[in-house]
């Protein structure tokens, strides 16, 4: 079954949310599968705003978080709890926006390209923390409390699923 995302034309964000999110819910709501689930958030963030790089590292359970399914070029395979934007909103438990990169103390440079971040922790339905959603973009400070809000959102609707 093919899937299609209607995304407004328009360049205010959260407007492009309020209609995007709930495409999403609807899309990942008959789906167990988390892969899948994962896969298809990726590709739809992606395809809606154009970010340089969107996907999620999970909780391996082995004091790093492992590469989960994403859009957008390579990518570090293994994070440390302890390291990067995505390790310290993994320890932190709380959603980090980065507006320059270049500034993150112990930022892990996947790529150069990358300029600014937002990380979001991702739970599963006990409340405990199992992953990470991580959006790059190749612009400075593209991220705000707009992408924040919406995001959480998301994964909360997520998080009943994992």
């Known amino acids: 079954m093919a899937e299609n995302l209607y995304i407004p034309e328009t360049t205010e964000r959260a407007k492009i949310y309020e209609v995007v999110i709930p495409q999403i819910e609807a899309l990942i709501s008959s789906e167990t599968d988390l892969i899948a689930n994962l896969a298809n958030i990726s590709a739809a963030l992606k395809q809606a705003f154009g970010f340089?790089?969107?996907?999620?590292?999970?909780?391996?359970?082995?004091?790093?978080l492992l590469l989960g399914p994403f859009q957008g070029p390579i990518a570090c395979t293994r994070i440390r709890y302890d390291r990067g934007v995505c390790g310290h909103s993994f320890s932190?438990?709380?959603?980090?926006?980065?507006?320059?990169?270049?500034?993150?103390?112990?930022h892990i440079a996947c790529s150069s390209a990358s300029k600014s971040e937002?990380?979001?922790?991702?739970?599963?339905?006990k409340g405990e923390i199992c992953g990470v959603l991580d959006v790059?973009?190749?612009?400075?400070?593209?991220?705000?409390?707009?992408?924040?809000?919406?995001?959480?959102?998301?994964?909360?609707?997520?998080?009943?699923?994992?």
């Open 52 to 64: 340089y790089w969107v996907g999620f590292y999970m909780d391996n359970q082995a004091g790093e």
């Open 118 to 125: 937002i990380v979001v922790p991702m739970f599963n339905p």
């Open 136 to 162: 790059d973009s190749d612009l400075l400070n593209d991220f705000s409390e707009v992408d924040k809000i919406w995001l959480e959102k998301l994964l909360k609707a997520l998080g009943t699923k994992i």
């Open 92 to 106: 932190s438990k709380q959603t980090v926006i980065v507006p320059n990169v270049d500034e993150f103390p112990g």
